[in-house]
């Protein structure tokens, strides 16, 4: 089965950088799907932050837009999230997920019900 593990979580100051990393393994063509980075911070529901189908179209929640990068590398079965301009706001277990789709449509995109697999998570604490 996919398994999907993320790293590069961390503590930064406001204005810092992360570089988020999801690992895919247990899937020859992880290049076939469609996949997502989220967040959930505590109380709150989990939120789509930003997806790459297998396409390589991208589509960037409107909090995160010119301050998150979003790529794959599927030589490397490998997802990145790159985090700049970090807010305190941006606080949150971040998850990466991959959908069974190559494509997912528009209005779907960010609903973690088209994911079928998740990773355990990697937290993200910017201060003040």
């Known amino acids: 089965q996919v398994q999907l593990v993320e790293s590069g979580g961390g503590s930064v100051q406001a204005g810092g950088s992360l570089r988020l990393s999801c690992a895919a393994s247990g899937v020859t063509y992880i290049s076939r799907y469609c996949m997502g980075w989220f967040r959930q911070a505590p109380g709150q529901e989990r939120e789509g932050v930003a997806v790459i189908d297998s396409y390589g179209s991208i589509e960037y929640a409107d909090s995160v837009k010119g301050r998150f990068t979003i790529s794959r590398d599927n030589a490397k079965t490998t997802l990145y999230l790159e985090m700049d301009s970090l807010k305190p706001e941006d606080t949150a277990m971040y998850y990466c997920?991959?959908?069974?789709?190559?494509?997912?449509?528009?209005?779907?995109?960010?609903?973690?019900?088209?994911?079928?697999?998740w990773g355990q998570g990697t937290q993200v604490t910017v201060s003040s």
């Open positions: 997920a991959a959908a069974t789709d190559r494509w997912v449509p528009l209005t779907r995109l960010f609903l973690d019900n088209e994911y079928k697999y």
